[in-house]
């Protein structure tokens, strides 16, 4: 069976080689009677019958590889045009012809592959048509799958025919009998040749998928580890917001409290400092007022000094002409006394002498008159004292009154400095008042800082928590990264650069700008990126166990290289 499906496989490769050589010589649409077509189909029909397992009927043993192709409508919606169309042709009466027809239209709808590529995903339903030891359940149906993808180049026309399809395919050759026998001679030994090489490369295949699938183990393994330190880090990380958000909600609490507290207590400072600031500016007006008094009263109080001491010196002048008045007054009552005397002397003397007192006459109205002068000189010093001592009285009076108006003035400005006294005390007082009220405010602005100073600590911690998530992510990122260049390591092994998505805003090929509509696709064999269009194509390539996605210019140059390898 191995060595059977081997040359199957190998027989494949020839047909499809020769079918687009010859196909693209051509340069037009292949049509039915086109011999290298009809040996596909006929190599095709080989493929698809090789281990089929026979179905028991009334008339016998029946073996058609219908029965698989029809699993395509059930696991391909699109499929069902095709299922459709064949079951509407009248001419078809056998199995045979129908999987025929069915090839036929798949091939000219360029979507054979595709087809016998869900087939091959759903082996479990093929076991009920085909043996375990198949071609199409073993590891050379996907790569036939996979050569069959270079046939989307080809246009092909088809005639489907019912007794063409129903009877037994003819293919027609032309030769001589020794030409003959040297071409199939030539033949064989080119397809030994081929089988060497193909089987050479196959090992080499097998061990490049040992390999790979030990590093896919290794790499799964990894990707477990990574997966469950991811879950780990996920929990942490919504623990840690869990307690990022409990600790930002009580911080914003709290914030909240203590800004609303300072707001009220810096309303109520605002209103008690107005209230103050008005205060001071009031009894600061007062004491201005008040030492502007203070001052007229210490310059009435300095000219009230000053009068003083004229007034003394005035009464000390005073004093002095009354001690001059009364040693006057002694001067002249001793005159008096004299002239008491004398006159008393006279008066004897006139007794004495009143015989002479007609002789003296003349002298003593002489006398009389300087008595009478002196008299009227006595009388008038006499006016002059009383005048004197009339004066010195209102004098006294008056040294009196402004001794009881300078007592009561100094009365009055002690009352008013003992009132400013207590007014500055109270001041003063409240002064102190103040400077307790500003050190309990600053106090509690100094707590308020270390309140603002611990939330700052909470929101360093809570940066600082920020910082870890965003180390956490970027770890994250990395593990991604390092995953993506696990998945990417067979395409680094090829030796392209793989384009990131960020970087392509256009199709490489049709230059189409991509959107919601036009999706970007990754060619796995450039690494370029493309529209669908573009990279419809899939082809098996080393890196990768199954058909994978390739754009229109690599799979032309990977078909060109197969066939250039193959001859």
């Avoid at 030492?291 to 000390?316: H, S």
């Avoid at 573009?534 to 066939?563: F, G, I, M, W």
Wanted: charged share 30%.
């Amino acid at each position: 069976m191995c060595f059977e499906r081997a040359n199957l496989m190998n027989m494949m490769k020839l047909s499809i080689k020769t079918l687009i050589q010859s196909a693209l010589s051509l340069g037009r649409t292949l049509d039915s009677d086109f011999p290298p077509l009809q040996q596909f189909f006929v190599v095709l029909e080989h493929c698809l019958k090789h281990g089929l397992k026979a179905k028991k009927t009334f008339i016998g043993q029946n073996k058609s590889f219908f029965g698989p192709l029809e699993l395509v409508e059930k696991l391909c919606p699109e499929a069902s045009d095709i299922a459709t169309s064949v079951k509407n042709l009248p001419e078809l009466k056998t199995a045979v012809g129908r999987g025929r027809a069915w090839l036929y239209l798949a091939l000219m709808q360029k979507k054979l592959a595709d087809y016998l590529k869900v087939l091959l995903d759903h082996k479990h339903l093929l076991s009920e048509f085909y043996e375990p030891d198949a071609l199409m359940m073993e590891e050379e149906g996907a790569v036939i799958v996979g050569l069959l993808v270079g046939l989307n180049v080809i246009d092909a026309n088809l005639c489907l025919k019912g007794e063409d399809l129903d009877s037994q395919v003819k293919i027609k050759f032309k030769y001589n009998q020794d030409e003959g026998i040297t071409a199939v001679l030539d033949q064989k030994h080119y397809v030994e040749e081929l089988n060497r090489h193909l089987s050479c490369t196959v090992t080499d295949l097998q061990n490049k998928i040992d390999c790979l699938e030990k590093t896919n183990s290794k790499l799964q393994e990894e990707l477990a580890a990574a997966t469950d330190r991811i879950g780990s880090l996920q929990e942490e990380q919504q623990q840690l917001k869990q307690q990022n958000e409990l600790i930002r909600e009580r911080s914003e609490k709290s914030v909240e409290v203590t800004k609303e507290d300072t707001k009220v207590e810096l309303d109520t400072y605002r209103q008690s400092r107005q209230g103050l600031d008005e205060m001071y500016s009031d009894v600061w007006k007062q004491l201005k007022e008040e030492k502007k008094i203070r001052l007229e009263l210490e310059k009435e109080l300095e000219l009230q000094i000053g009068m003083k001491t004229e007034m003394e010196i005035a009464m000390k002048l005073l004093e002095k002409d009354t001690h001059e008045k009364q040693d006057t007054l002694v001067a002249l009552r001793q005159q008096l006394e004299e002239v008491k005397a004398i006159n008393l002397q006279m008066f004897h003397k006139s007794q004495n002498a009143e015989c002479s007192l007609q002789q003296k006459t003349e002298a003593i109205s002489s006398f009389e008159g300087k008595t009478n002068e002196m008299m009227s000189s006595m009388k008038q010093m006499e006016e002059r004292l009383q005048h004197a001592e009339k004066a010195r009285q209102a004098a006294e009076e008056r040294c009196n009154k402004m001794k009881q108006e300078l007592a009561s003035r100094l009365d009055t400005c002690r009352q008013q400095m003992s009132q400013l006294d207590s007014k500055c005390s109270t001041l003063e007082k409240e002064l102190k008042s103040e400077k307790e009220q500003r050190q309990t405010l600053q106090r509690e602005l100094h707590r308020e800082k270390d309140a603002t100073s611990l939330l700052k600590t909470e929101l360093e911690q809570m940066e600082g928590l920020k910082k870890e998530l965003r180390k956490l992510q970027d770890e994250k990122q990395q593990l991604e990264k390092v995953l993506i260049g696990v998945e990417l390591g067979k395409f680094k092994m090829h030796g392209h650069t793989w384009l990131k998505d960020d970087e392509a805003t256009h199709c490489k090929q049709c230059e189409k700008e991509f959107s919601i509509s036009r999706r970007k696709h990754h060619c796995r064999n450039c690494g370029d990126i493309f529209c669908n269009t573009c990279s419809s194509n899939e082809l098996a390539l080393p890196s990768y166990p199954k058909p994978v996605r390739v754009c229109d210019t690599c799979h032309t140059l990977l078909l060109q290289r197969c066939s250039s390898n193959s001859s």
